[in-house]
């Protein structure tokens, strides 16, 4: 059996027609990337690697700016993390750096502070000009909040814990609409279930109102004896026109020992401006399939994973607009082979869809070798019979990247007579005895 080439080392110190395409970035330059958003436009793709940084990359030439801390290789290794949760199609991406809300300029390379309180950016409008996230105190808690045009930070209203019937502790930002008009999110509640709410724009054009839909489906009570069907209502996504949410549901319904949930985990897709849920077809799902959703598109196309419990694999789902059921994606795309291949090694995480449903990013298991598994970040074009062709480059891809000791931890300065084990551009890991 194949193994990641990071088992050992990172996970240790710290996830139609005939004419669709895969295009992936090539692993040879970096075997640990992990895409989690791209531009509207399909060019840029984005997110974060295993070592703490934050990335932007060119899909089409193959060219990747990286944001690090100063402090990644340091003994000082508190909030360093960097990662970009959105970017445009000017190549400016935002997220987070040093534990601080932070803009990513692919052009210039450089990465900027939009917040010197703890905060993070989730998502944006399209053309950047509001900014949706979290702040967080002392106790870890989030609150909601914007960023306008003019850079000043807006909190997003709340309700009481009386309002909600249960206890919060802060709310989530997960996705906004591409004007921003629209932003899903969900509570922090004691059980990790995230319930849905939607902030609206108001007629102003400057504030925002909060909905909970989700308060007509959750059953928040402890003993789960409420009137509502579910025990999980987790928005995941929303489309660019704000129309539909993405939601991953969990039926509280058991069998007769009480215990064994008799629908499992399924996924649902819920219209914003109806106020309607609609529950879809998940095949086999139970106590061994769980169904989760990352992305839905502006006709309802929702994309995720399913997840087998017996043998934690996870595949690629979509369930296509007008469709009530959700299938394995490698049956709706059966000429883009990678699918299948990602699936089959066990790991395959599509994680957003643009709005006009053309192109899907994700990173999933590629083959590196015969016996070596490394992360591989791609971009599906489902319309496109032209898309790019897979772009390889094995620049700099013996120069390398990082050190680290036996415990997994980076090491700035190696000496001395230890057993460290270095990281090559090209995804290979090697021990060597420095002395």
Same mark, same amino acid.
């Given at each position: 059996?194949?193994?990641?080439?990071?088992?050992?080392?990172?996970?240790?110190?710290?996830?139609?027609?005939?004419?669709?395409?895969?295009?992936?970035?090539?692993?040879?330059?970096?075997?640990?990337?992990?895409?989690?958003?791209? +531009?509207? #436009? $399909?060019?840029?793709?984005? =997110?974060?690697? @295993?070592?703490?940084? *934050?990335?932007?990359?060119?899909?089409?030439?193959?060219?990747?700016?990286?944001?690090?801390?100063?402090?990644?290789?340091?003994?000082?290794?508190?909030?360093?993390?960097?990662?970009?949760?959105?970017?445009?199609?000017?190549?400016?991406?935002?997220?987070?750096?040093?534990?601080?809300?932070?803009?990513?300029?692919?052009?210039?390379?450089?990465?900027?502070?939009?917040?010197?309180?703890?905060?993070?950016?989730?998502?944006?409008?399209?053309?950047?000009?509001?900014?949706?996230?979290?702040?967080?105190?002392?106790?870890?808690?989030?609150?909601?909040?914007?960023?306008?045009?003019?850079?000043?930070?807006?909190?997003?209203?709340?309700?009481?814990?009386?309002?909600?019937?249960?206890?919060?502790?802060?709310?989530?930002?997960?996705?906004? +609409?591409? #004007? $921003?008009?629209?932003?899903? =999110?969900?509570? @922090?509640?004691?059980? *990790?279930?995230?319930?849905?709410?939607?902030?609206?724009?108001?007629?102003?054009?400057?504030?925002?109102?909060?909905?909970?839909?989700?308060?007509?489906?959750?059953?928040?009570?402890?003993?789960?004896?409420?009137?509502?069907?579910?025990?999980?209502?987790?928005?995941?996504?929303?489309?660019?026109?704000?129309?539909?949410?993405?939601?991953?549901?969990?039926?509280?319904?058991?069998?007769?020992?009480?215990?064994?949930?008799?629908?499992?985990?399924?996924?649902?897709?819920?219209?914003?401006?109806?106020?309607?849920?609609?529950?879809?077809?998940?095949?086999?799902?139970?106590?061994?399939?769980?169904?989760?959703?990352?992305?839905?598109?502006?006709?309802?196309?929702?994309?995720?994973?399913?997840?087998?419990?017996?043998?934690?694999?996870?595949?690629?789902?979509?369930?296509?607009?007008?469709?009530?059921?959700?299938?394995?994606?490698?049956?709706?795309?059966?000429?883009?082979?990678?699918?299948?291949?990602?699936?089959?090694?066990?790991?395959?995480?599509?994680?957003?869809?643009?709005?006009?449903?053309?192109?899907?990013?994700?990173?999933?298991?590629?083959?590196?070798?015969?016996?070596?598994?490394?992360?591989?970040?791609?971009?599906?074009?489902?319309?496109?019979?032209?898309?790019?062709?897979?772009?390889?480059?094995?620049?700099?891809?013996?120069?390398?990247?990082?050190?680290?000791?036996?415990?997994?931890?980076?090491?700035?300065?190696?000496?001395?007579?230890?057993?460290?084990?270095?990281?090559?551009?090209?995804?290979?890991?090697?021990?060597?005895?420095?002395?």
């Amino acid at each position: 059996m194949k193994k990641f080439l990071l088992s050992a080392v990172m996970l240790a110190a710290c996830g139609a027609a005939s004419a669709q395409k895969l295009t992936y970035y090539p692993w040879t330059s970096n075997g640990y990337l992990q895409a989690i958003t791209c +531009s509207q #436009d $399909g060019k840029y793709i984005a =997110g974060e690697d @295993v070592g703490g940084q *934050a990335f932007i990359a060119n899909i089409e030439t193959g060219a990747i700016k990286y944001f690090a801390s100063d402090k990644l290789n340091s003994d000082d290794e508190q909030d360093v993390d960097a990662c970009v949760n959105s970017v445009n199609n000017d190549g400016v991406g935002y997220g987070y750096f040093e534990g601080k809300a932070a803009r990513f300029d692919f052009n210039t390379g450089n990465s900027s502070l939009i917040c010197e309180d703890p905060s993070l950016v989730r998502t944006s409008s399209n053309d950047g000009s509001l900014l949706f996230g979290v702040t967080y105190n002392s106790a870890y808690e989030q609150t909601p909040c914007f960023w306008d045009a003019a850079g000043e930070k807006n909190l997003l209203p709340t309700f009481s814990d009386d309002v909600l019937g249960y206890e919060s502790m802060g709310y989530k930002i997960l996705q906004a +609409s591409a #004007d $921003g008009s629209a932003v899903v =999110g969900g509570v @922090v509640d004691n059980f *990790a279930s995230d319930p849905m709410v939607i902030w609206r724009r108001n007629s102003d054009d400057k504030t925002y109102s909060l909905q909970i839909p989700s308060k007509r489906f959750f059953d928040a009570s402890f003993e789960l004896n409420g009137f509502q069907k579910y025990d999980m209502v987790k928005a995941e996504a929303i489309s660019g026109n704000g129309k539909w949410v993405a939601l991953s549901m969990h039926d509280k319904a058991t069998d007769d020992t009480g215990f064994t949930p008799l629908y499992g985990q399924v996924i649902a897709r819920y219209d914003v401006e109806a106020d309607t849920l609609g529950i879809i077809d998940c095949p086999d799902a139970s106590t061994e399939l769980f169904y989760y959703a990352s992305g839905i598109s502006n006709d309802g196309t929702i994309i995720g994973t399913i997840e087998n419990q017996d043998t934690n694999g996870t595949t690629a789902m979509i369930c296509l607009a007008g469709s009530n059921k959700a299938q394995n994606m490698s049956d709706a795309f059966p000429g883009v082979k990678e699918i299948q291949t990602m699936d089959a090694n066990e790991y395959n995480m599509p994680c957003a869809i643009t709005a006009d449903g053309r192109y899907i990013v994700g990173y999933g298991y590629v083959d590196y070798d015969e016996k070596n598994l490394c992360l591989g970040s791609y971009v599906i074009d489902t319309q496109s019979a032209t898309a790019v062709e897979k772009v390889a480059s094995a620049e700099n891809s013996g120069k390398v990247v990082a050190t680290y000791n036996i415990e997994g931890k980076k090491l700035v300065n190696p000496n001395g007579n230890r057993l460290v084990i270095n990281r090559f551009a090209n995804g290979k890991v090697v021990k060597r005895i420095v002395k």
